[in-house]
């Protein structure tokens, strides 16, 4: 089945913790973003990778990294989270050419205490 | 930088009935996307409109793009409970087709 993982669901964690949300798609496809969600807000898109080791950032890159080192893999590495960055998490995926459909992934829940 | 604004941010209709959801954008975006989410859901895409007077449909969804007005909606025909979801426009900024920027969403509740 063709999909998007996201591992955790769900994460509580605390202020200056280092964590990584990792992302992983099945679909063979070049281009995977990472999305926060807060109500109120919208998504808005945090960094996105068109391949392997290219990466850029979106519009709320601070306190964020990424790395792209396989093609199906994008982790959301937190250095030293705080409580700002309590939000809905969404990774996804698409083709490069075929621009009509992003697959996103189930959503990680983080609170940072 | 692209803003992309949605009216109305809420949206409670009757089944049976018809409404537009407007999704108006600052820049030029190469492309204006359309997206569902059902609560507590993720996303799903729904449509992508590639240039002006592009129109796309499926069921009882609707839309349309129109680049010299800057201008997207998102035409709901006669509701029905199943289309309650958020709904989410959003179109390519800074002239990248790999950034994105969206609305901050239209809630839909349909009623019986």
């Known amino acids: 089945e063709a999909q998007v993982t996201q591992n955790p669901r769900y994460l509580i964690t605390v202020t200056g913790k280092k964590l990584t949300v990792t992302c992983s798609q099945n679909?063979?496809?070049?281009?995977m973003s990472w999305y926060r969600q807060d109500p109120g807000l919208g998504l808005r898109q945090i960094y996105y990778s068109m391949n392997v080791e290219v990466t850029d950032k979106g519009d709320v890159p601070e306190g964020y990294k990424v790395s792209r080192k396989e093609k199906r893999n994008f982790p959301l590495i937190l250095e030293s989270p705080s409580p700002n960055q309590t939000s809905l998490y969404f990774c996804?995926?698409?083709?490069?050419?075929?621009?009509?459909?992003?697959?996103f992934g189930p959503g990680t829940r983080l609170t940072v205490l | 930088e692209l803003k992309v604004e949605q009216n109305p941010l809420f949206l409670s209709m009757q089944e049976g009935k018809n409404y537009t959801i407007y999704c108006n954008y600052s820049t030029t975006s190469d492309r204006l996307y359309w997206y569902r989410q059902d609560p507590g859901k993720s996303l799903e895409s729904l449509f992508v409109l590639l240039s002006n007077g592009a129109v796309k449909q499926e069921g009882r969804l609707m839309a349309s793009l129109d680049t010299k007005a800057r201008l997207s909606t998102l035409h709901i025909t006669a509701a029905v409970h199943d289309l309650s979801a958020t709904y989410f426009c959003a179109g390519n900024s800074g002239g990248s087709n790999y950034k994105l920027t969206f609305g901050k969403g239209t809630l839909l509740t349909v009623n019986p």
């Open positions: 996804a995926s698409r083709d490069t050419l075929a621009v009509n459909e992003q697959f």
């Open positions: 679909m063979n496809h070049e281009y």
